[in-house]
Nanobody
Framework: QVRLVESGGGLVQPGGSLRLSCAAS????????MGWYRQAPGAQRELVAS???????NYADSLKGRFTISRDNATNTVYLQMNSLKPEDTAVYYC????????WGQGTQVTVSS
């Protein structure tokens, strides 16, 4: 079993920044791809970004240049640095890790509002 614990969400003004963290823990696992999805009210969950064990990254086209994903393989932690935040970035952000199946975090709320 793999457990994911997210942190770093909150309320931020437009143009501000937030950094999300997600730590995966469990017994004897090797994290493959790690990443983030988000789900806004009334919308489908959408991919934000992902990063492989080797550091290859993938981003939603609309977020390139504002969001940066990174990971620490030693601690199985994935990060999402979000800059120049906009009200439309408001959503619940979910981290995930692909091991032998996909595991999800509980979600963290990000609200961008003045």
């Amino acid at each position: 079993q793999v457990r994911l614990v997210e942190s770093g969400g909150g309320l931020v003004q437009p143009g501000g920044s937030l950094r999300l963290s997600c730590a995966a823990s469990g017994s004897s696992f090797s994290a493959n791809v790690m990443g983030w999805y988000r789900q806004a009210p009334g919308a489908q969950r959408e991919l934000v970004a992902s990063v492989s064990t080797g550091g290859s990254t993938n981003y939603a086209d609309s977020l390139k240049g504002r969001f940066t994903i990174s990971r620490d393989n030693a601690t199985n932690t994935v990060y999402l640095q979000m800059n120049s935040l906009k009200p439309e970035d408001t959503a619940v952000y979910y981290c995930y890790v692909l091991v032998w199946r996909i595991y999800w975090g509980q979600g963290t709320q990000v609200t961008v509002s003045s």
